[in-house]
T-cell receptor, first 112, second 115 residues
């Protein structure tokens, strides 16, 4: 089947720390991979995406590389800020399909 | 910036009651979706809607659920007879196309609590 497994949270980091949130997937086809972020009181927003193997998505200092050999799409940021505190969702979408398969979400809290 | 809006933000309903969750998608979008997240679990796809009909639905979306676009702006999810296990956060989303590279824009969610 199709599914996404995310590192369980919550994750608490100090400002300027390095962030990694692990995400692995299983898919029946060749998926596109996404990271969505939900800030408090807001909807899910697309953070970054990658549509084929070895692509790197990046936005707002966050990066994730589509690794087909390890079926992974780990989210990284070199130096987190308090404003990065949010819930992060990894997701996949199969070619030709409209719906997304999400992980459980990982809550990140960054403390000053 | 255009956004998807959902109302109410929180709804409490008694088991067995009907509930309607409302969404206003982005105005020029053509594809509409509902997802839900039971507390502590994954965000799950419920249904997609295009050209005034359901284009895809999951096994969760049984006869208790229905969707409607009653006018040019609203997109609703109705649960006919709510069960305790329907308690979840419900997210509406819309996109201008249904293709792989198109971003889906999500609302802030409606938290449904069935008591």
């Amino acid at each position: 089947g199709n599914s996404v497994t995310q590192m369980e949270g919550p994750v608490t980091l100090s400002e300027e720390a390095f962030l990694t949130i692990n995400c692995t997937y299983t898919a029946t086809g060749y998926p596109s991979l996404f990271w969505y972020v939900q800030y408090p009181g807001e909807g899910l927003q697309l953070l970054l995406k990658a549509t084929k193997a070895d692509d790197k998505g990046s936005n707002k200092g966050f990066e994730a590389t589509y690794r087909k050999e390890t079926t992974s799409f780990h989210l990284e940021k070199g130096s987190v800020q308090v404003s990065d505190s949010a819930v992060y969702f990894c997701a996949l979408k199969l070619t030709g399909a409209n719906n997304l398969f999400f992980g459980t979400g990982t809550r990140l809290t960054v403390i000053p | 910036e255009p956004e998807v809006t959902q109302t109410p933000s929180h709804q409490v309903t008694q088991m067995g009651q009907e509930v309607i969750l409302r969404c206003v998608p982005i105005s020029n979008h053509l594809y509409f979706y509902w997802y839900r997240q039971i507390l502590g679990q994954k965000v799950e796809f419920l249904v997609s809607f295009y050209n005034n009909e359901i284009s895809e639905k999951s096994e969760i979306f049984d006869d208790q659920f229905s969707v409607e676009r009653p006018d040019g702006s609203n997109f609703t999810l109705k649960i006919r007879s709510t069960k305790l296990e329907d308690s979840a956060m419900y997210f509406c989303a819309s996109s201008d196309q249904g293709t792989m590279n198109t971003e889906a824009f999500f609302g802030q969610g409606t938290r449904l609590t069935v008591v």
